[in-house]
């Protein structure tokens, strides 16, 4: 089995910044993509970035030029570097990871989440 688990959430205030960790573990071959996504209250789920295994990334406009994603492939881990932080990007930050297991066997992952809130 594999997990996901989702640090570095917590409080700050707007135009300041955070880094999220997502740190992958369990019988992992390989991992090809990994992303973030974020639901704010009362909002539907919807996708922050999304980064390769070789290090494309992509990015929702809303956060693009304030985020950055990135990856250590050796430890099972992607970040979110959150900067000029806003209140609306108040939410619950998921990470997930398509993971293929020591058993070849490939699907997608998704870890419980961390809360970010940003206070104006």
């Known amino acids: 089995q594999v997990q996901l688990v989702e640090s570095g959430g917590g409080l700050v205030q707007a135009g300041g910044s955070l880094r999220l960790s997502c740190a992958a573990s369990g019988s992992i071959f390989s991992i090809n993509g990994m992303g973030w996504h974020r639901q704010a209250p009362g909002k539907q789920r919807e996708l922050v970035a999304t980064?390769?295994?070789?290090?494309?990334?992509n990015y929702a406009d809303s956060v693009k030029g304030r985020f950055t994603i990135s990856r250590d492939n050796a430890k099972n881990t992607v970040y979110l570097q959150m900067n000029a932080l806003k209140p609306e990007d108040t939410a619950v930050y998921y990470c997930n990871g398509e993971v293929t297991t020591i058993m070849r066997v490939s699907r997608s992952y998704w870890g419980q989440g961390t809360q970010v809130t940003v206070s104006s």
């Open positions: 980064i390769t295994s070789f290090g494309r990334t």
